[in-house]
């Protein structure tokens, strides 16, 4: 578990991957590209003596993301977000089955996340019955711009997509999670504009919609629907390895959230292995704002205030109970592989 100034953080890593990018995967030049693509992001922001090669980027163990994630303690649950992205890769890029795997394995650290796509119609929503029944899931991860044969996209605000939604309220599926920012090659930057949100979330106050990206390069668009929306929340993956390399973008973009949304709506994500929560989780957690963003936003990246961003807001929507999560952390298999359980039972002596 993670200690800042004698204190602890708890980490709930609200968007990891476990894909297979591998050549033997590819599909289409799509695959190729899209994995670059990727690659791209991973070395633009993380630390040249970090960076892996794209051979060790294509395909990764479930061991090694399990010591990326935990070995050092930075992290202490995880949750899953698929992308399936059938029409690139032949058994798919990151599947909801595929990630149920490591649940299965590890289910005191993992949860996994569902998803739908509202072009698939009927059969779609008995895959996400499927999905309620055998994984119960509590959040799906939603992918607005997958090509699906000639459609490059969809949109919340679709009635189509309103009936996936609604399925989602009848399933007790509460967290939606739309990709909505940064745009991958090949697909289209307008399919991920944050704009549908705003109707979506109007229209079902029930759901909480965490709009992963936080809408990059749209921060405005996103920060002035999240002002208005009670249920909209700000998945911070893809921002947050800007504080390595730009920490003045990084303290604008949070003194923005911050300022516009508040402390209790925003969520840590690494969006590993894009990047490696190993050495992020510390570098987000020593962030400091200039003194004039702190004059101008009102704000401070205080330890109470990280706390939530870092792991209790994610712990709130999933319904972790923290204090209860750290007793059963103290012996599970990670914490025994890696030496960790001295971190929560310490913890749980000076409950």
């Not at 894909?19 to 990727?38: H, P, Y």
């Not at 993992?110 to 119960?136: S, T």
């Not at 668009?221 to 390595?244: H, K, S």
């Not at 994500?269 to 101008?296: F, H, I």
Request: proline share 4%.
């Amino acid at each position: 578990m993670y200690r800042q100034r004698g204190e602890d953080v708890f980490v709930v890593d609200a968007h990891v991957h476990h894909w297979d990018a591998s050549e033997e995967n590819i599909k289409t030049d799509g695959g190729e590209q899209f994995i670059r693509c990727f690659y791209d992001y991973h070395t633009g922001f993380t630390p040249e003596d970090r960076q892996w090669s794209l051979d060790e980027y294509r395909k990764y163990s479930a061991d090694r993301m399990v010591e990326d994630l935990f070995g050092n303690g930075a992290v202490d649950m995880a949750i899953f977000q698929p992308t399936h992205l059938h029409e690139f890769y032949k058994n798919g890029f990151n599947t909801v089955d595929d990630n149920a795997e490591l649940v299965d394995r590890y289910p005191e650290r993992f949860i996994v996340n569902g998803r739908f796509d509202p072009r698939d119609g009927e059969a779609g929503k008995r895959e996400l019955e499927r999905q309620k029944e055998e994984y119960d899931v509590d959040g799906v991860k939603l992918y607005t711009a997958e090509w699906k044969g000639d459609s490059k996209g969809w949109r919340l605000d679709d009635p189509e997509t309103f009936e996936f939604l609604e399925k989602c309220s009848e399933l007790g599926i509460k967290n939606i999670h739309p990709h909505k920012g940064p745009t991958i090659r090949p697909l289209n930057r307008d399919a991920f504009d944050v704009a549908d949100v705003d109707d979506a979330a109007t229209s079902f106050p029930e759901l909480n919609f965490v709009v992963e990206h936080v809408g990059l390069p749209r921060l405005d668009d996103f920060c002035w629907i999240g002002a208005q929306e009670p249920n909209v929340y700000g998945g911070l993956a893809v921002a947050a390895p800007m504080v390595q390399n730009r920490p003045r973008k990084f303290g604008e973009i949070m003194g923005e959230l911050l300022y516009w949304l508040g402390e209790d709506r925003l969520l840590f994500g690494s969006d590993y292995a894009l990047w490696n929560p190993d050495w992020l989780v510390e570098l987000v957690m020593e962030a400091e704002l200039t003194p004039e963003q702190r004059d101008e936003y009102g704000v401070e990246l205080s330890t109470e205030v990280m706390r939530k961003v870092m792991g209790e807001n994610a712990a709130r929507l999933y319904d972790i109970d923290i204090e209860k999560k750290k007793k059963e952390l103290q012996s599970d298999e990670i914490s025994e592989q890696f030496g960790l359980g001295d971190d929560y039972a310490a913890d749980a002596a000076a409950d």
